[in-house]
T-cell receptor
Framework: KQEVTQIPAALSVPEGENLVLNCSFT??????LQWFRQDPGKGLTSLLL?????REQTSGRLNASLDKSSGRSTLYIAASQPGDSATYLC????????????FGKGTSLLVTP | DAGITQSPRYKITETGRQVTLMCHQT?????MFWYRQDLGHGLRLIYY???????DKGEVPDGYVVSRSKTENFPLTLESATRSQTSVYFC????????????FGPGTRLTVT
């Protein structure tokens, strides 16, 4: 069974810092990996999708990398802002359940002014 | 661009009652999914559907029933609600199984008393 782990579970940083969120998965046979943002009491917003053949994707201040062979992904957030405060979820697309996503439990990020 | 919608957004029901959560997407995506989100467990797959009239179980299907008579709709029914089904339920869809992103609805917060 695919296990997805996110470290750290919680993170607090001062505004302006660059930060890295980590995601690891146990089975490298994935189709893609998606990073989401979830604000308290809200739904999931897709941030970045990395296909299995890709090494990284960038969107604005966000950069996600994928190392399939080692079962790792990182989400890099540059010049963090208080508005970045949210829970960040990593999910891998697995083949044995109609390509459903298998989620980590998330990293709760707080960016302080 | 309506995207993917869920109704109701909030629901309180009593133990033993039947409840149906609705999910509708306007993209004609082939794949649709139901997840539940609980503290300590993260998001887990309940059921998925690869196309109209094709459904299959996910990780936590017990106590739930789904149908998909039309591509755009994927209702989830709790046949006899239990307190353990108190959760936030998310519906998602994706156009293509391997490469494209999953898009999530806003969620339904269900409380079973």
């Amino acid at each position: 069974k695919q296990e997805v782990t996110q470290i750290p579970a919680a993170l607090s940083v001062p505004e302006g810092e660059n930060l890295v969120l980590n995601c690891s998965f146990t089975d490298s046979a994935i189709y893609n990996l998606q990073w989401f943002r979830q604000d308290p009491g809200k739904g999931l917003t897709s941030l970045l999708l990395i296909q299995s053949s890709q090494r990284e994707q960038t969107s604005g201040r966000l950069n996600a990398s994928l190392d399939k062979s080692s079962g790792r992904s990182t989400l890099y957030i540059a010049a963090s802002q208080p508005g970045d405060s949210a829970t960040y979820l990593c999910a891998v697309n697995i083949s044995n359940s109609g390509y459903a996503l298998n989620f980590g439990k998330g990293t709760s990020l707080l960016v302080t002014p | 661009d309506a995207g993917i919608t869920q109704s109701p957004r909030y629901k309180i029901t009593e133990t033993g009652r039947q409840v149906t959560l609705m999910c509708h997407q306007t993209w004609s995506h082939s794949y649709m999914f139901w997840y539940r989100q609980d503290l300590g467990h993260g998001l887990r797959l309940i059921y998925y559907s690869a196309a109209a009239d094709i459904t299959d179980k996910g990780e936590v299907p017990d106590g739930y029933v789904v149908s998909r008579s039309k591509t755009e709709n994927f209702p989830l029914t709790l046949e006899s609600a239990t307190r353990s089904q108190t959760s936030v339920y998310f519906c998602a869809s994706c156009r293509d199984s391997r490469s494209y992103e999953q898009y999530f609805g806003p969620g339904t917060r269900l409380t079973v008393t």
